[in-house]
């Protein structure tokens, strides 16, 4: 065998290879500020596999969140190396700023070319045209409480609530208060009591439903501490933080609140996939009946006035009327709706409930 005569060949294979990997497809880095642009050239970027480039579009204080775990900027930088040398690529489409530079997007995963898996619910916040946080919308959730107590703790307030949702409720141990006085409030006892805060034990337990325990400290000693804080995210915003007891009558008059506006698909969120519920008209077992019969009052025009809440360790008693038009059809003090784990799991009256 002549081996001589195979060098020339095997030279021409390796210039050619060469060549190949200088002109393999780039991806230039977006100096925008877009904030979806800056996500769909992320991922433009990892799928060349040039981790450090695509990193270069990440913030100091990056998180990233995969079916894995969770992960600092460090962490998140070899999570992504193993990801694409297990011959992961992504397919990023249906990019939505929902505002604040948060970016919603619906993905689909390859694995060495085959589809392994796709879905709606990523989730990439942008900053000042670099990702601080990227990952699924459960873990978001959980990261938006974390960031609100860490920007809290720095004192700066106006910062903090821009985590909040126009439609903000806080609890603590002095009251209940809207987005307005909550801003006044959360200053008085950060600013003023030097009170800081020490979040735990974080757990989505859905519905953007995320519970934690806490420690609260004045000036640096620890005051209080315990497990029943309760914070409601919804697209990336909380609207509600507090103690469980206060979340539960929160729960009931945002479910009624709904009923009135007519917007089922929000009643529905509060409600138990096994509730129960019983009025003049029947009884109703089940999301799907419940749904059914709720339309039903929101058609005949029917709307309801609680007041004067009671809350017995999740059981809600109120004061009630319920109107149509301009008519009281019925009134009384005696409304009960049951809360569990944040969702409406009875509603009737005291009577009924005894008596189902």
């Known amino acids: ?21 200088a002109c393999a497809p780039s991806v230039p880095l977006t100096d925008s500020k877009d904030p979806a642009t800056v996500v769909k050239n992320f991922y433009d970027i990892l799928n060349t596999k040039d981790i450090a480039k695509a990193m270069q579009l990440t913030a100091e204080d990056y998180v990233m969140n995969d079916p894995f775990g969770t992960y600092d900027r460090a962490a998140a930088q070899v999570q992504w190396q193993a990801v694409v040398d297990a011959g ?16 919603t997007s619906c993905y689909e995963v390859f ?10 619910g990523n989730v990439t916040h942008v900053r000042d045209g670099k990702i601080i946080f990227d990952g699924l919308e459960a873990a978001e959730q959980i990261w938006v409480v974390q960031k609100f107590y860490e920007i809290l703790n720095t004192k700066d307030i106006d ?31 950060v600013l003023d009591a030097g009170l800081s805060f020490k979040q735990t034990e974080f757990a989505n337990t859905g519905n953007g439903r995320v519970t934690s325990c806490y420690e609260v400290f ?9 497990c029943g804080n309760v914070t409601h995210v919804r697209d990336g915003k909380i609207i509600f933080d507090g103690l469980e007891a206060a979340e539960q009558i929160w ?21 138990s996939p096994e509730a129960l519920f019983i009025n003049p008209t029947g009884s109703y077992e089940g999301a799907a009946a419940i749904r059914e019969s709720l ?3 929101n058609t005949d025009g029917i709307t309801f006035d609680l007041s004067n809440f009671r809350n017995t360790d999740g059981k809600i008693v109120y004061d009630y009327k319920v109107i149509q038009g301009s008519n ?20 009737g009256t005291e009577e009924t409930f005894v008596a189902r």
């Not at 060098?7 to 290879?17: A, C, E, G, V």
């Not at 000693?221 to 315990?226: L, R, T, W």
């Not at 729960?251 to 409600?271: E, H, P, R």
């Open 251 to 271: 729960v009931v008059q945002k479910y009624y609140d709904a009923l009135n506006s007519k917007n089922l698909d929000l009643v529905m969120s509060f409600i």
């Open 111 to 120: 694995e060495n070319g085959k589809s392994i898996d796709k879905g709606c």
């Open 1 to 21: 065998m002549k081996t001589k005569s195979l060098y020339p060949l095997l030279l021409l294979i390796l210039t050619f290879s060469l060549l190949l990997g």
């Open 159 to 189: 910062k903090a609530m821009s985590l909040t949702a126009e439609d903000y409720v806080m609890n603590d141990p002095f009251g209940t208060y809207d987005r307005t006085a909550a801003a006044a409030q959360w200053k008085a006892v």
């Open 295 to 297: 339309a039903g009052l």
């Open 218 to 226: 004045e000036n640096g000693k620890s005051i209080d501490k315990g």
């Open 88 to 103: 992961l690529t992504f397919n990023q489409t249906n990019f939505v700023d929902t505002g604040d530079g948060r970016v």
């Open 328 to 347: 009281l059809l019925d009134q009384g003090t005696n409304g009960l709706t049951v809360i569990k784990d944040g969702l409406v799991v009875f509603d």
